[in-house]
């Protein structure tokens, strides 16, 4: 069981590593052989980064303010989104009891959160919308304190309909805007630093479950917190633009890129796992009886493993890479799910999954994005998608669920799980054979 003991051990550990990767990757950033063609300096340097606004060239702008206050509201912003998202799926089982609603009522929800998310990412595929759109990030966390707000309104259904978008739209926007502007700026290559933001959002997602599960606070104060920082977020990163100029590949003339629709099944396969997994065990461990506790200590120690493994993956990052990280990742899912199936081990004994999960979206995320020759407009596509997988999976896992049965929904995703990471092992194949310079 976690315990207070196990998070303030683990919480001042986690900034203590924030601040070293942090802190490593401004200084030597991972090594972008469009900015360094022979590896690693030698010594320290000061972190450069192309211009916000300026076309992608070989001039480089110094460390300045602007960039400081990504690093400070991006880590902001994905404790927040990991907070709701660690929340959500606790929050809307107790709704469902509390309301009388069914799965696929609970489903729809869910679907219309996904959409909010969609929609946001989506208008960035729209050439004279992403133009004219400079306060995304802004208007994104204000999205998120109305919505926060709406949901733990009133009795009423349909206000949390109404609120489900709005709260996708928030947590869309914020992860696509932090996403593309740490890849962009900190090394389109740099996954270390991209695990660090990523585990950030674990860190919210843990102390979400934990919280609930330790009665210290209930879902509805919860989300008025989340409001309350969002509206923060807000004011403080309304002038961060995330418009990041479209550019070419870093990579060589010679390079092959990806075709991008085995990626697109990536990214869509990844997060309806993820969605699914962590929307409806819950659920799946839910007793009518019972007060939903056991539930949100499951959740609390599945993101505590998606938090210490992310963290993790920072650090090994410059010598394991992403591909490998989030196939094993796909694989122990994967593995995790057979077990349960089998009945070797039993369902709420599986939170360790959570250490699998960790690994896959940042790292899937970064090879993705490399892979399909990078740009804003790439990186667009890829998280549209994978919104896409967070918004059916949960919706279409609601109609399963009372259909077919739990094992049915297991089935499902350890069958996704192992056609996924074989997709990207083909892929990858793929792209190395035509570099090669052998027919096809």
């Given at each position: 069981?976690l315990?207070?003991?196990?998070?303030?051990?683990?919480?001042?550990?986690?900034?203590?590593?924030?601040?070293?990767?942090?802190?490593?990757?401004?200084?030597?950033?991972?090594?972008?052989?469009?900015?360094?063609?022979?590896?690693y300096?030698?010594?320290?340097i000061s972190?450069?980064?192309p211009?916000l606004?300026?076309?992608?060239?070989?001039?480089?702008?110094?460390?300045?303010v602007?960039?400081?206050?990504?690093?400070?509201f991006?880590?902001?912003?994905?404790?927040?989104?990991?907070?709701?998202?660690g929340?959500?799926?606790?929050?809307?089982?107790e709704?469902g009891?509390?309301?009388?609603r069914s799965?696929e009522?609970?489903?729809l929800?869910f679907?219309?959160?996904?959409i909010?998310?969609?929609?946001?990412?989506?208008?960035?595929l729209?050439?004279?919308?992403?133009q004219?759109?400079?306060?995304?990030?802004?208007?994104a966390s204000?999205?998120?304190?109305?919505g926060?707000?709406?949901v733990?309104?009133?009795?009423?259904?349909?206000?949390?309909l109404?609120?489900?978008?709005l709260l996708?739209?928030?947590f869309g926007?914020l992860?696509?805007?932090?996403?593309?502007?740490?890849?962009?700026?900190?090394?389109q290559?740099?996954?270390g630093l991209?695990?660090?933001?990523n585990?950030t959002?674990?860190l919210g997602?843990v102390?979400a479950?934990?919280?609930?599960?330790?009665?210290?606070?209930?879902?509805?104060?919860?989300?008025v917190?989340?409001a309350?920082?969002s509206?923060?977020?807000?004011?403080?990163?309304w002038?961060?633009d995330d418009?990041?100029?479209t550019?070419?590949a870093?990579?060589?003339k010679n390079?092959?890129?990806?075709?991008?629709?085995p990626?697109?099944l990536t990214?869509?396969?990844?997060?309806?796992?993820?969605?699914?997994?962590t929307?409806w065990?819950?659920?799946?461990?839910s007793?009518p009886a019972?007060?939903g506790?056991a539930?949100?200590?499951?959740?609390?120690?599945?993101f505590?493993?998606f938090?210490?493994?992310?963290?993790?993956a920072a650090a090994?990052?410059?010598?394991?890479?992403?591909?490998g990280?989030?196939?094993?990742?796909?694989?122990?899912?994967?593995?995790s799910?057979?077990l349960?199936?089998?009945g070797?081990?039993?369902?709420?004994?599986?939170?360790?999954?959570?250490?699998?999960m960790?690994?896959?979206?940042?790292?899937?995320y970064?090879?993705m994005?490399?892979?399909g020759g990078?740009g804003?407009?790439?990186?667009?596509?890829?998280?549209?998608?994978a919104?896409?997988?967070?918004t059916l999976?949960?919706w279409?896992?609601?109609?399963?669920l009372?259909?077919?049965?739990?094992s049915?929904?297991?089935?499902?995703?350890s069958?996704l799980s192992?056609?996924?990471?074989?997709l990207m092992?083909?892929?990858?194949?793929?792209?190395?054979?035509?570099?090669?310079?052998?027919?096809?």
């Open positions: 069981m315990t207070f003991s196990h998070l303030s051990t683990y919480i001042p550990t986690y900034f203590f590593w924030l601040l070293r990767y942090s802190s490593f990757h401004l200084f030597y950033p991972t090594a972008d052989p469009a900015i360094y063609p022979s590896g300096p030698s010594g320290p972190f450069r980064v211009a606004h300026d076309s992608y060239d070989d001039s480089l702008s110094m460390l300045t602007p960039t400081q206050r990504i690093l400070t991006g880590f902001i912003a994905f404790v927040l989104i990991g907070l709701e998202q929340l959500l799926g606790l929050f809307v089982a709704l009891t509390k309301l009388a799965p009522d609970l489903g929800f679907a219309l959160h996904g909010g998310s969609a929609v946001v990412t989506g208008s960035a729209i050439g004279w919308l992403e004219r759109n400079n306060k995304r990030i802004a208007l204000l999205s998120l304190c109305i926060s707000f709406l733990v309104t009133g009795d009423y259904w349909l206000l949390k109404i609120a489900a978008p996708g739209l928030g926007g992860s696509m805007s932090f996403n593309t502007l740490f890849v962009t700026h900190f090394s290559k740099n996954a991209l695990n660090v933001l585990a959002y674990g997602a102390a479950p934990w919280l609930l599960a330790q009665g210290l606070l209930t879902g509805s104060e919860l989300f917190a989340i309350l920082a509206m923060v977020v807000c004011l403080g990163a002038n961060i418009r990041i100029p550019r070419a870093i990579t060589s390079e092959q890129v990806a075709p991008i629709l990626l697109l990214a869509f396969a990844i997060l309806f796992i993820e969605a699914g997994l929307y065990m819950p659920s799946l461990l007793d019972g007060d506790k539930a949100a200590a499951y959740m609390a120690r599945f505590f493993w938090v210490i493994v992310r963290l993790t090994l990052a410059v010598w394991v890479s992403t591909l990280f989030a196939v094993f990742g796909l694989a122990g899912i994967f593995c799910l057979v349960v199936l089998a070797t081990v039993p369902l709420a004994d599986t939170s360790f999954t959570g250490a699998f960790g690994l896959i979206f940042p790292n899937a970064a090879w994005l490399t892979k990078g804003t407009t790439t990186g667009a596509k890829i998280l549209l998608s919104i896409t997988g967070a999976g949960p279409l896992l609601g109609w399963v009372p259909y077919l049965g739990q049915a929904v297991l089935w499902l995703l069958s192992l056609a996924t990471a074989g092992l083909i892929t990858h194949l793929n792209v190395e054979y035509r570099k090669s310079g052998r027919p096809q």
